[in-house]
């Protein structure tokens, strides 16, 4: 028994000391085995297809973003259940201070998340990943992870060490570039606010050979389409946000996801994180009991299957730095890695 806690020590030494060089995302060939779905694109990327804007080291958040013009005001007013609120849906997704739910889910928050700044072009946190962190499968579910994780991230995003394998994806430039801009004090109360929140149950995962045809936003969130024949899911994993409106339109952030997940999948994912199966090394060392956090490395247990197959996916494409990670997926197939993500986003927060 003492001998993990030595071994992690040593891993996070060589983790630390290690400069590891990220990959430009056009150099990166998208094989068969693209994970599409896991970035919130319905296809294989094709030479000529849209991909995010530019977004050079001194540009603003928002000269990275795929960004439209604002709901427009003066809509109808909205409520949800157990919510004591009312928005228009220009109130509830205001950028600059999104209506809040449900403020009995989270402590006061701190202007940084509730409003951003809009001299500097960051919208606030709470735009992108709700007022109590649950967050959305497009980008990430910042509640209760350990705050110099939380730096250690804001860091790696802010230098590029951290960014998106697939060049479609915006939102992770616009969130590098809110990183670099943000001064030491905000990232600090940033991350003590969101690491004094609980995450709750956000996802909850299907096996099934059949999911519902579905459209994707800009910014990668995958909605059902009611009425139509379902798609055979094949060895993919489609995510859609369980209430389309509530998360579409109202950023409802009790609104959960449902990850239809092929059949069988989530016992071969389990018998890879408890075993590593010959492949791998036992997530649990790390990521701790359950896979709900250790110290300073973050939970995974329960996060959206999009958001943890595109992290163990950039690791291996080297767009997202973590040589701590690297020997963990390096002899990972797409498919394991996809059974292991159906596992994981199974298991309960919260115990
Ligand atoms: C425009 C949407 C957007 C806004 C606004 C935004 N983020 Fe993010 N954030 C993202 C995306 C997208 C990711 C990660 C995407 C990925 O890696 O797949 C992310 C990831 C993160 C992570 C890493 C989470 C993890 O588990 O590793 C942290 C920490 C974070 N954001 C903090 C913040 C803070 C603090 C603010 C406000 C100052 C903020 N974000 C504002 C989109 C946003
Ligand atoms: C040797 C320790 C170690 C092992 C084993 C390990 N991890 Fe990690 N993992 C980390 C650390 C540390 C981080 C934080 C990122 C960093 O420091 O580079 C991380 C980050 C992650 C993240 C991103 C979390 C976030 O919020 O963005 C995911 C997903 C993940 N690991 C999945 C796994 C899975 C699945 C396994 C098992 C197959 C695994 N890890 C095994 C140490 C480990």
């Known amino acids: 028994m003492q001998l993990k806690p030595l071994i992690i020590a040593s891993l996070l030494i060589l983790a630390l000391s290690a400069h590891a060089q990220t990959i430009p995302p056009e150099t990166i060939q998208h094989g068969p085995d693209w994970p599409n779905w896991a970035y919130g694109e319905i296809g294989p990327y094709s030479p000529g297809d849209e991909i995010a804007p530019p977004c050079p080291e001194n540009a603003s958040p928002l000269e990275c973003a795929y960004y439209g013009a604002p709901p427009e005001k003066g809509g109808p007013k909205y409520t949800l259940e157990d919510s004591t609120q009312s928005f228009e849906v ?7 201070g999104p209506g809040d739910w449900y403020p009995q889910d989270h402590p006061e928050m701190p202007d940084l998340v509730a409003y951003g700044d809009k001299e500097r072009e960051i919208r606030a946190c709470s735009m992108c990943h709700y007022a109590s ?9 910042v509640a209760g992870l350990p705050v110099n ?15 998106s394998a697939d060049l479609r994806k915006a939102n992770p430039n616009e969130m590098g570039r809110i990183a670099a801009l943000l001064t030491e004090e905000e990232r600090k109360i940033a991350a003590e606010y969101f690491a004094s929140i609980e995450y709750k149950p956000h ?3 299907i096996e099934a050979d059949e999911a519902p045809q579905v459209r994707a936003t800009m910014n990668g969130l995958l909605l059902p389409l009611e009425g139509l024949p379902k798609q055979k899911l094949g060895q993919r994993i489609i995510e859609v946000a369980e209430h389309p409106e509530r998360t579409e339109l109202l950023r409802d952030p ?5 990850a239809y997940v092929p059949i069988g999948s989530i016992a071969k994912g389990e018998a890879l994180v408890t075993t590593g199966g010959g492949k791998t090394i036992q997530c649990g060392l790390c990521h701790g009991e359950g896979q709900r956090g250790l110290g300073d490395i973050p939970a995974i247990a329960g ?9 163990l996916w950039d690791v291996k494409q080297g767009t997202r730095t973590s040589p701590i990670m ?4 390096a002899n990972l197939t797409a498919e394991d890695m996809l059974n292991i993500t159906a596992y994981i986003a199974s298991l309960d927060p919260t115990n």
Do not use: W
């Open 133 to 141: 962190g649950q967050g959305k499968m497009e980008n990430g579910h």
């Open 149 to 163: 994780y939380f730096l250690q991230q804001l860091e790696a995003f802010a230098n590029r060490e951290r960014y």
């Open 326 to 329: 690297v020997p963990v997926v």
């Open 203 to 205: 996802v909850t995962v």
């Open 90 to 96: 220009a109130e509830a997704d205001n950028d600059f």
């Open 254 to 258: 009790r609104a959960g996801f449902i």
């Open 303 to 311: 996060r959206t299957a999009s958001y943890i197959m595109r992290q």
